[in-house]
């Protein structure tokens, strides 16, 4: 019927299976002088990352947190050795970075290609972290052409008709992919996940909610807050009603089992992340924040084994959801269907 159902059961998934399984259980820089020698630019073969995209912060942080001399074990001696510069082509604030960034790059050793080709010549396996998430269908492509497991950071589209796309080439090419913020990885997910609270009936998460006219609203910055909403639920959301004002917006999903979720998107330059779990036996604060480097864990994991820790209907769902939002929104309000905002992007 759906790609859902349809592209979700087919048998390179069985290989994509979640690799975290407790969590699916639930229902729910410097001068180059002062730092150049912390950093071991040689990798294995099989082992060489590529990175595509220098136009965020991610690219920078994933780079020096994987080519540090004492770099954390659990990253499996995987190394950033190049990178392919350029992302979003129209969002100033993504663009402006890209020059100081080639040069941090070049500071830690990192070469500067001039085409996705090129880098996937000199690479192994590839973090997709292009800004604009516009432009990561044409991106994935020639990597899963060439047979190369990718991580694709947030959004993994700005789209859910995209998103489709890439989880169809993703099965076409059978190179399972993935997709995921690092709020994923929020301090209290291991608390939850061994069943501290028992079943959870419900959550409550927040994150900055910053616009960008190129992006559906909560596709560009509220994803963090929706992902960790979605890491607690689980899927099987139902329906989705938003009430936005100017500084606020508040979207709540109705899940299986009449399981509610709430996401409050915050404008103000100070919102911070963070949230609450609801369950049988109590409440849990998903906090603290715990940086980058559980998620880089769990992408040296994946090119390790192929075995991606996020399974492909929950992104899919996470993108339903923040579309159905944007439709609640231009509906006053009103709940919006996320079997029919599915169907309608097929």
């Not at 590839?126 to 998430?133: K, Q």
């Not at 061994?194 to 616009?211: D, H, M, Q, R, W």
Request: charged share 25%.
């Amino acid at each position: 019927m759906s790609i859902k159902n349809n592209l979700l059961r087919r048998d390179f998934l069985k290989k994509s299976a979640l690799a975290t399984s407790g969590l699916a259980a639930f229902p729910f820089i410097s001068k180059a002088a002062s730092f150049q020698s912390s950093y071991n630019s040689s990798a294995l073969k099989g082992k060489r990352v590529g990175i595509i995209g220098l136009d965020t912060s991610h690219s920078i942080a994933f780079a020096k947190g994987m080519n540090k001399e004492d770099a954390n074990p659990k990253l499996l001696g995987y190394k950033v050795v190049a990178a392919y510069p350029h992302g979003s082509k129209d969002i100033v604030s993504s663009t402006e970075r890209i020059p100081g960034y080639i040069d941090q790059m070049k500071e830690i050793g990192v070469e500067i290609v001039d085409s996705i080709a090129s880098l996937l010549d000199k690479t192994d396996v590839i973090l997709l972290e292009t800004n604009d998430g516009r432009r990561h269908l044409e991106q994935v492509i020639p990597v899963l052409q060439a047979g190369k497991r990718v991580f694709i950071d947030k959004p993994i589209a700005a789209s859910l008709e995209d998103t489709y796309k890439i989880f169809e080439a993703s099965e076409k090419y059978n190179i399972p992919v993935w997709s995921s913020s690092s709020l994923r990885y929020t301090g209290g997910m291991d608390k939850l996940k061994n069943g501290e609270i028992g079943k959870v009936l419900g959550a409550t998460t927040f994150s900055p909610a910053k616009y960008e006219e190129t992006h559906p609203d909560l596709y560009w910055y509220a994803i963090h807050g929706v992902e960790t909403l979605f890491t607690v639920m689980g899927t099987g959301c139902q329906s989705v009603s938003r009430t936005h004002t100017e500084g606020l917006d508040v979207v709540t999903g109705i899940w299986e089992g009449g399981r509610i979720g709430t996401f409050t998107g915050l404008r103000s330059p100070k919102g911070g992340y963070g949230g609450t779990a609801f369950g049988e036996k109590g409440q849990l604060n998903l906090g603290p924040y715990g940086g980058y480097m559980p998620l880089l864990e769990e992408v040296a994991s994946y090119f390790d084994t192929g075995i991606v820790p996020v399974r492909p209907e929950e992104t899919i769902e996470i993108c339903a959801f923040m579309t159905a939002a944007d439709l609640s929104k231009k509906k006053n309000g009103k709940h919006v269907s996320m079997e029919k905002v599915m169907n309608k992007a097929q």
